[in-house]
C-alpha cells in the first residue's frame, strides 16, 4: 500500500490539475501491483482510501490540515485535505510504510522560525516519503539540517544531489544514494530494523523548470509579507504565474512519478 496526500488536492494545485493529479497517482501505483491509499478527514472520520467521489468532495473545498489540526477538523465534522505530516501520521495508524507526494515541507527562506511541521513528523514517524526533495522556494541547506539533527535519512534515489522539486539540482547532497527498488527497500528495512523512524526518498523529477530558482526567489520576495500555512501554496501559485503555467505541468508529473517509484519500492520490500 502506498499513502497519498490530499493538500495537493485541496491547496497545492488549481483545478483540474489537482483531481489529474490524483487520479494519475493512483493509477500508477495500481499499474505497480500497489494498493492506492489516499487520506483526508471526512464527514468526523480519518479516511484512508478516497473513492473518486471523495477526492472531487476534497477539490470542491477543504481545510489545510496538518497533524496538529486533526482533532479539530474530525471533530468539526469538516472536509479536510492532509498535509505531509497528517498524512504520514495517518499511514503510521494504519501501519502503511510509504507514502508518495510532490515535495516535502521545510525551512522558510529568511525565516529559519519557521518551520514545516512535516520535518518533526519525519523525526518520529516510521514511514518513507517518496517526493522529488523540498519544494524550491524554502531553504533547502536549512532544511537538511534540520533533518540531520533530527536523525532523518534523505536518500538520493540514483542521485547523489538533493532535488529541489522543479529541478535536480539544489547544490546540496543527499545522505546516501539508492539505485532500484531492490536497494532502496532494502535500506529501508534495514534502516527501521535499526531504530529509524521517518525516511526522506529524494527522487529527482522527471523534467526541468527553466529558471526554476530565479523564478522562486522572486516569489519570495513578491510574498515577504506573508506566513502561516498559507505561504507555501501561495508561493507555488505565484510560480505558477511567472511560469506561464509550465511549473503546474511538471508539478503533476513529478508526484506521478513519485508515487509510481513507492510502489516499486514497496513491492521490493514484500
Known amino acids: 500500500m502506498v499513502a497519498l496526500e490530499t493538500s495537493i488536492v485541496g491547496q497545492g494545485l488549481p483545478a483540474p490539475h489537482n483531481l489529474r493529479a490524483a487520479f494519475e497517482c493512483e493509477a500508477a501505483i ?8 489516499s487520506v483526508a478527514v471526512l464527514d468526523g472520520k480519518l479516511r ?3 473513492s473518486a467521489g471523495d477526492l472531487e468532495r476534497v477539490a470542491a473545498g477543504a481545510v489545510k490540515v ?37 515535495g516535502i515541507g521545510g525551512v522558510h527562506r529568511g525565516h529559519p522560525e519557521d518551520q514545516s511541521a512535516d520535518l518533526l513528523e519525519l523525526g518520529r514517524t516510521p514511514v518513507a516519503v517518496f517526493c522529488a526533495g523540498a519544494k524550491i522556494v524554502l531553504d533547502l541547506p536549512l532544511t537538511l539540517e534540520r533533518l540531520e539533527s533530527l536523525s532523518v535519512p534523505v536518500l538520493g534515489y540514483g542521485c547523489d544531489e538533493f532535488p529541489a522539486f522543479y529541478t535536480r539540482h539544489s547544490g546540496c547532497r543527499v545522505s546516501a544514494r539508492v539505485d532500484g527498488p531492490q536497494e532502496a527497500a532494502r535500506v529501508l528495512r534495514a ?25 522562486a526567489q522572486r516569489a519570495v520576495q513578491e510574498l515577504a509579507g506573508v506566513a502561516g500555512s498559507e505561504l507555501t501554496p501561495r508561493l507555488l501559485a505565484r510560480m505558477a504565474e511567472l511560469s506561464g503555467g509550465r511549473s503546474v505541468d511538471l508539478n503533476v508529473e513529478l508526484v506521478v512519478n513519485n508515487a509510481r517509484v513507492a510502489a516499486q519500492v514497496a513491492a521490493a520490500r514484500v
Open 30 to 37: 495500481r499499474a505497480e501491483g500497489g494498493v492506492p491509499a
Open 48 to 50: 484512508i482510501g478516497l
Open 191 to 215: 534502516a527501521w530494523d535499526t531504530g529509524t523512524r521517518g525516511i526522506v526518498v529524494a527522487v529527482p523529477p522527471p523534467g526541468e523548470l527553466d529558471g526554476a530558482e530565479e523564478l
Open 66 to 102: 496538518s497533524s496538529r489540526d486533526l482533532g479539530p477538523a474530525i471533530a468539526r465534522g469538516e472536509v479536510g485535505a492532509t498535509t505531509v505530516a497528517a498524512t504520514m501520521r495517518a499511514a503510521a495508524m494504519a501501519g502503511i510504510r510509504f507514502f508518495a507526494t510532490g
